[in-house]
């Protein structure tokens, strides 16, 4: 009797100790894979925070009319803005050369939209025609606070075109307050590769 009695503790021992050595491999295991996981994020955290600062600091967000698939040269202190009347925007940025297409284009409200032209309400605005585009001519002749085009078959848009610093460094925040740029296109577009982007919003 007393045998066998030592043979049932004996079996509990070795259980209770192999059920302690898998608590406490499993609880290290989950610990260093945590801890591991942490410090991955935060490093990834800390090089997308970082890279984002140095490439917005660098560049310039810009709204640019687009052109039919053409290529368009914006000066640096030159900033479009197009809304259409469905809703949506066209963002590209830079003071270079960029290639616009038509599905870089994201959505917004119609409440986001009017809060969008709002904000422009105080500001001067220019033309824009063939000029401009081949090179933006002579911008300073008559602005017309509003522009309004539906020409070559393209749906009713509303453009703001401005080439004054004091707006060009205010406009940026009047967007980020307006919409939402997560759902806006990439920044800046590449020239080979167009359905690559350097630099998300």
């Known amino acids: 009797?007393?045998?066998?009695?030592?043979?049932?503790?004996?079996?509990?021992?070795?259980?209770?100790?192999w059920m302690r050595y898998c608590a406490s491999s499993w609880l290290t295991y989950c610990f260093n894979n945590i801890w591991n996981f942490w410090v991955y994020m935060l490093m990834c955290m800390a090089i997308l925070f970082a890279w984002q600062d140095s490439a917005i600091a660098k560049d310039r967000p810009v709204i640019i009319y687009e052109s039919e698939g053409g290529i368009m040269f914006l000066g640096l202190f030159n900033v479009v803005v197009e809304v259409f009347s469905s809703g949506r925007v066209h963002y590209l940025g830079g003071g270079e050369g960029v290639y616009t297409q038509g599905h870089r284009y994201s959505q917004i409200n119609k409440?986001?939209?009017h809060a969008l032209v709002k904000a422009f309400d105080d500001y001067k605005f220019f033309d824009l025609n063939n000029s401009y585009i081949s090179g933006f001519g002579d911008s300073d002749s008559s602005p017309p606070e509003r522009i309004t085009i539906n020409s070559n078959g393209?749906?009713?848009?509303?453009?703001?075109?401005?080439?004054?610093?004091?707006?060009?460094k205010i406009l940026p925040d009047l967007i980020l307050k307006t919409v939402d740029f997560k759902?806006?296109?990439?920044?800046?577009?590449?020239y080979r590769k167009h359905d690559r982007c350097h630099v998300w919003y």
């Open 111 to 113: 409440k986001q939209l």
């Open 183 to 190: 759902r806006w296109v990439c920044f800046p577009p590449s």
């Open 154 to 168: 393209r749906k009713k848009s509303v453009v703001f075109n401005y080439r004054n610093e004091k707006a060009l």
């Open 1 to 17: 009797m007393n045998g066998e009695f030592e043979k049932i503790t004996s079996v509990i021992r070795i259980w209770r100790g």
